[in-house]
């Protein structure tokens, strides 16, 4: 989300609040429509980021209050309760968007400080640009880093991923999803630039100190026959804890 998108999200959710206390004296069709801007925002968001259950709610939200036709027609104490409900379900995404950002964040600086600066040069970051303009900037679809060792000049892009715990499959094995779409992206990039790609996943503990590590390579996860990788399969790259990469081999 862009900041305006983010801005006209906290001012919807502002408004709602003031009509919960019955201190909005602006039209009911104004509000129907912040509601219903606001909702396919975040529609377009959740559906970006392949979140089933929150695409759901704020479906749910956009047709209640759609501006083009009210099917409801509720007490005022009724709507009351849907505006709180609409505050909740908003500010929740929110913090969980924010939350899900800021643990990605220390993550890659967890990753950068397993690859020394007297040994790794950081040759290139994805900057994230695309929030920021509100348009998107094609090198922020790029791995986040790209490293060159120092003394080989062997360079490697890392893509960072944390989980705060592995996922169940449909079959009852554990193990984390991988988007073929992004990784074909990540492998354009390798081959544009002739690197290998790895991808560091880290799952448990915190961002900031995950309790294990993968680093796997890229093409493990694209050739993998479905989408959900289990831990069975990424058990083979995984790393001690804490050990950092002085090696160009991997």
């Given at each position: 989300m862009?900041?305006?998108?983010?801005?006209?999200?906290?001012?919807?959710?502002?408004?709602l609040?003031?009509?919960?206390?019955?201190?909005?004296?602006?039209?009911?069709?104004?509000?129907?429509?912040?509601?219903?801007?606001?909702?396919?925002?975040?529609?377009?968001?959740?559906?970006?980021?392949?979140?089933?259950?929150?695409?759901?709610?704020?479906?749910?939200?956009?047709?209640?209050?759609?501006?083009?036709?009210?099917?409801l027609?509720?007490?005022?104490?009724?709507?009351?309760?849907?505006?709180?409900?609409?505050?909740?379900?908003?500010?929740i995404?929110?913090?969980?968007?924010?939350?899900?950002?800021?643990?990605?964040?220390?993550?890659?600086?967890?990753?950068?400080?397993?690859?020394?600066?007297?040994?790794?040069?950081?040759?290139?970051?994805?900057?994230?640009?695309?929030?920021?303009?509100?348009?998107?900037?094609?090198?922020?679809?790029?791995?986040?880093?790209?490293?060159?060792?120092?003394?080989?000049?062997?360079?490697?892009?890392?893509?960072?991923?944390?989980?705060?715990?592995?996922?169940?499959?449909?079959?009852?094995?554990?193990?984390?999803?991988?988007?073929?779409?992004?990784?074909?992206r990540?492998r354009?990039?390798?081959?544009?630039?002739?690197?290998?790609?790895?991808?560091a996943?880290?799952?448990?503990?915190?961002?900031?100190?995950?309790?294990?590590?993968?680093?796997?390579?890229?093409?493990?996860?694209?050739n993998a026959?479905?989408?959900?990788?289990?831990?069975?399969?990424?058990?083979?790259f995984?790393?001690?804890?804490?050990?950092?990469?002085?090696?160009?081999?991997?």
């Open positions: 862009n900041i305006l998108t983010r801005l006209f999200i906290f001012g919807t959710i502002f408004v609040i003031l009509a919960t206390l019955n201190l909005y004296s602006g039209g009911f069709d104004v509000l129907r429509w912040a509601v219903f801007v606001s909702g396919l925002a975040l529609i377009y968001t959740t559906y970006r980021n392949r979140t089933v259950g929150w695409i759901i709610v704020f479906a749910v939200i956009t047709i209640v209050f759609n501006p083009f036709y009210q099917f027609h509720l007490e005022k104490e009724v709507w009351r309760i849907v505006d709180i409900f609409v505050i909740g379900a908003f500010s995404f929110l913090w969980c968007y924010y939350s899900f950002y800021k643990k990605g964040l220390q993550f890659e600086r967890y990753v950068a400080s397993l690859f020394p600066r007297n040994i790794w040069v950081i040759a290139d970051r994805t900057k994230d640009s695309s929030k920021k303009l509100g348009r998107l900037v094609e090198s922020d679809t790029n791995p986040d880093f790209t490293f060159r060792h120092i003394t080989t000049g062997k360079t490697i892009a890392v893509e960072c991923k944390f989980h705060s715990y592995f996922y169940k499959g449909k079959y009852g094995d554990s193990g984390t999803w991988w988007r073929k779409e992004q990784g074909e990540y354009a990039y390798g081959a544009e630039h002739k690197i290998p790609v790895f991808v996943i880290g799952i448990g503990g915190s961002s900031k100190n995950p309790q294990r590590l993968f680093l796997c390579p890229l093409e493990k996860l694209n026959p479905h989408e959900f990788i289990t831990e069975n399969d990424l058990r083979q995984e790393k001690k804890h804490g050990v950092q990469f002085l090696s160009d081999s991997f």
